[in-house]
């Protein structure tokens, strides 16, 4: 080669190496790549364009010749985070200063974008999104339709449905807040018909990006087994219950998905198991109810379980098979219970609830009173009774008793007059009625601590009020009140051995409230007493009652004490034993006795009764009770042989009742006229 040709070589070389074209050390500074801002923010597409909207040829270091720069071509590549796969984005010539955009994207991704110019990478790498990192932006999208959006399915909301309600879980979805519109399928014609009538089913769902899981809203009031649409919008910015439903939804999918709810649980009870008791057979099939559409569209877990005395054992979902029961019965459940794991739901449902006799013969249970009057406790071996309870007919008073204190007897429990019991018995914690009553089963111990109250009296009757009345139909009470009165003997004088009964008898009837006993003696003592006879068992008697004791009133003046009725106008006198006024008197008492004689009725002057016994001016009556009753009875026994003529004369209050008083002086001519006539 010649020299000069060499020289000429060397000289373009060299020219060539001075001015080659570099980029710029801050070219990634003068770059702005994120989300496109034409119209907002376009969360769905990226866009690169120089910072101060000049040519790419400003990524170059100054001296490039423009003829070069003509040549060169930036590219621009992305792709999300986490691929390996570069997708390009745009080339555009570095004499340009048009962006270069991709759209299409999806707002919650982030995407990493490499920018090169002529080969030689800007060593910085862009990151773009997710849109929601960025709470300042106010994000649309680009375009109406984004495959991403519309490839949602059930996978970015969850939809867990029961018999009826559905919860509503957003998973993954790409927007702040969301609109989920629930219809039944075939009413999408009636959306604004059923919105104005309130009848459709409209949820707001707020999508917290931060939360590890995301809150569950309910839509309740669903119909069992019904086939219902999804209807979503979604909304990038917040939107709130009272303004959503003017805003523009960025993304509307009607037919965004749809549900069924789970059949009717009481369904399972239709014809689907039987039990017969007598052959002990049990026979189920539950296929029909899990095959249909709308408890086949999700995973649903089920179990079959037989339940006899505490013991489990599961089924298959159809089946048959005899029951072994024991001895004694028990209870056979046959239950069904089904869940769905998504939404940690379970459905329970007792298909069958029934007791199953076994070989046992069953015995009627009662509570009766035997021959000897004791209560008698019979009960079904079967059947452990804990306790008895004694209520009382119309109050609900009742008594309590360990099973185990029967037998025992009858007068032991406190019954409550003639009052009839239902009987209860405690059965497993429940009480139960048993099929009969006891029918008046105190009746005879209802006079054990009667009392008796003297409401009126007088000199021949009495009125008794007992405290206690039975008041029912069979039952009547008796009342006696015995006394007796000493009479003269034949000497005249009077013995202890000589008296007449004074007993009075009166029955109680049913509507009467008190007894009166007539035909008594006055200024006499009788003790009273009463019983009950139940004519409902062949006249059975009570016990008498304790005895109570009372004085008849005093015989007025001029009565005798065969003749207590007689009116008297006679007063008492006090004159002066004097020989004229005794043969006035002595006449006057041969004509009273001469009168009596012949049984004819005259009144005669006796001195007043003052003995403390007597009933006092008041006419009310004096009650003695047992034991003043015993000392009277002593008393009484030893002060009738000691007293003489002149006691009895001054105390009409003595058992032998009022007698004329007659003077001593004219004695003789008494007894005269008495023994001859």
Request: glycine letters at 6%; one cysteine or more; proline letters at 4%.
């Amino acid at each position: 080669m010649q020299p000069l040709h060499l020289f000429l070589l060397l000289g373009f070389l060299a020219l060539g190496a001075s001015t080659e074209c570099t980029l710029r050390q801050d070219a990634g500074e003068l770059l702005d790549v994120g989300y496109s801002t034409s119209e907002g923010t376009g969360v769905d597409e990226i866009e690169v364009k120089m910072k101060d909207g000049g040519k790419y040829e400003g990524l170059l270091e100054d001296g490039c010749p423009k003829r070069s720069i003509r040549k060169m071509k930036m590219e621009v590549d992305y792709k999300a985070e986490g691929t390996e796969n570069w997708e390009p984005i745009c080339k555009k010539n570095l004499k340009l200063s048009r962006s270069c955009t991709e759209n299409q994207l999806y707002p919650c991704t982030t995407y990493q974008v490499k920018v090169t110019v002529d080969g030689k990478e800007i060593e910085e790498t862009f990151k773009v999104g997710p849109y929601y990192s960025d709470s300042t932006i106010t994000a649309v999208l680009t375009e109406m339709s984004n495959k991403h959006y519309d490839e949602y399915t059930s996978q970015q909301i969850r939809f867990t449905s029961t018999e009826n309600s559905v919860a509503i879980q957003p998973l993954n979805i790409c927007a702040r807040s969301a609109a989920v519109t629930i219809y039944k399928e075939g009413e999408w014609e009636k959306l604004e018909e059923l919105r104005e009538s309130g009848d459709l089913n409209e949820i707001l769902i707020q999508n917290d990006f931060d939360a590890d899981e995301k809150d569950t809203v309910t839509v309740e009031n669903l119909e069992p087994c019904t086939k219902y649409m999804v209807s979503l919008n979604l909304f990038l910015n917040t939107q709130t219950s009272s303004d959503y439903a003017e805003a523009e939804e960025d993304f509307q999918k009607p037919d965004f998905t749809s549900f069924y709810t789970m059949p009717d649980s009481e369904d399972l009870k239709n014809e689907m198991a039987g039990l017969n008791h007598e052959s002990k057979e049990l026979n189920w099939d539950f296929t029909a109810f899990f095959k249909q559409d709308c408890a086949d569209s999700d995973p649903v877990e089920t179990k079959v379980i037989l339940k006899v005395e505490g013991v489990d054992e599961e089924l298959d979902m159809s089946g048959e098979m005899l029951l072994d029961m024991p001895e004694c019965g028990a209870q056979v459940q046959l239950v069904v219970k089904y869940g769905k794991d998504a939404l940690n739901w379970t459905k329970t449902v007792t298909v069958l609830d029934q007791f199953v006799n076994g070989s046992h013969v069953p015995v009627e249970e009662s509570l009766e009173i035997d021959e000897n009057g004791d209560l008698i406790l019979t009960t079904d071996a079967c059947e452990e009774v804990s306790e008895v309870k004694l209520v009382k007919l119309g109050s609900g008073n009742h008594t309590v008793f360990p099973a185990s204190a029967f037998p025992m007897a009858a007068s032991s429990v406190p019954w409550e007059g003639c009052s009839s019991y239902q009987v209860k018995v405690k059965k497993s914690g429940a009480w139960h009625d048993l099929a009969h009553v006891l029918d008046k089963p105190g009746w005879a111990q209802a006079l054990n601590k009667m009392t008796l109250s003297f409401t009126e009296t007088s000199n021949d009757s009495v009125t008794i009020l007992p405290s206690v009345k039975c008041g029912v139909g069979g039952i009547r009470m008796q009342v006696e009140c015995e006394g007796s009165k000493e009479v003269l003997g034949d000497e005249g004088e009077f013995d202890d051995h000589q008296t007449i009964d004074l007993t009075v008898k009166e029955e109680l009837g049913e509507e009467e409230e008190t007894v009166t006993m007539a035909g008594m003696e006055s200024n006499t003592e009788y003790a009273c007493k009463a019983k009950l006879v139940n004519s409902d068992e062949n006249n059975t008697e009570s016990a008498w009652s304790p005895t109570f004791k009372i004085m008849t009133a005093t015989t007025e003046v001029g009565a005798t004490a065969l003749d207590p009725d007689a009116e008297t106008n006679a007063e008492e006198k006090e004159e002066p034993t004097t020989k004229a006024t005794e043969a006035t008197e002595a006449t006057e008492a041969t004509e009273a006795i001469s009168n009596a004689v012949d049984g004819n009725s005259r009144t005669v002057e006796v001195e007043e009764a003052t003995d403390e016994n007597v009933l006092g001016t008041d006419n009310s009556p004096r009650i003695y009770h047992e034991d003043e009753v015993s000392r009277m009875e002593d008393a009484d026994s030893s002060n009738d042989n000691t007293q003489d003529a002149t006691e009895n004369t001054n105390d009409p209050s003595k058992k032998s009742g009022a007698w004329c008083v007659v003077p001593a002086s004219v004695l003789p001519i008494f007894l005269f006229v008495f023994l001859f006539g």
